[in-house]
């Protein structure tokens, strides 16, 4: 690996770094978002507290600057180098350091990448998430299963190192939902 795509990786870090909704709180006059609701800076606990238009505000910012970049870096670099830019925007999505090692949970910045690398697997996700949705009504749930398609997606139509991108995208976006899926067990798979 070359010291050019180190620098890449670097920069893909800190441009999925970026609070985008912790800035457009503290914009509306919200200090710290993360005292509110969930504790998360993302587009759904912005919404919470600053009405529906902010998710998809946030939401596209977050998406926007993922697939700017990566579009950006398609005309230069292969596939098997974006991937890696990819896993490097998430985690400074979930890991940034600007906000001293918390972050977001990584769905729109995975939606924003993915439209330049595999647009269609959007379209399964995203019926999958729907689905899920209308049937369990809670978010971070039907994100971390809509992330598991993509896998499914990758062994099926992609090539064996999409599908080992897919894995660790699903697994982070497993790990950022944590909570929304232990409180989901707790509520509906644990008997009481």
Known sequence: MNLVVVGVAIVAYFIGAIPTGYIIAQLKGIADIRTYGSGNI??????????VNYFFLVFFLDAGKAFLFMHAMSFYFPAIYLYFFGCMLLLGNGISPFLYGSGGKGVSTLFGLLAVVHPYAIFIALLLWISVLLTIKIVGVASALAAWSLPVYGFLFCSDRSVIFFLLCAAWITFTHRSNIAV???????KK
Do not use: D, E, M, P
């Not at 993302?42 to 009405?51: D, H, I, K, P, Q």
């Open 184 to 190: 989901f067990w707790k509520q509906y798979c644990i």
């Open 42 to 51: 993302g587009a759904t606990n912005v919404s919470r507290v600053l009405g």
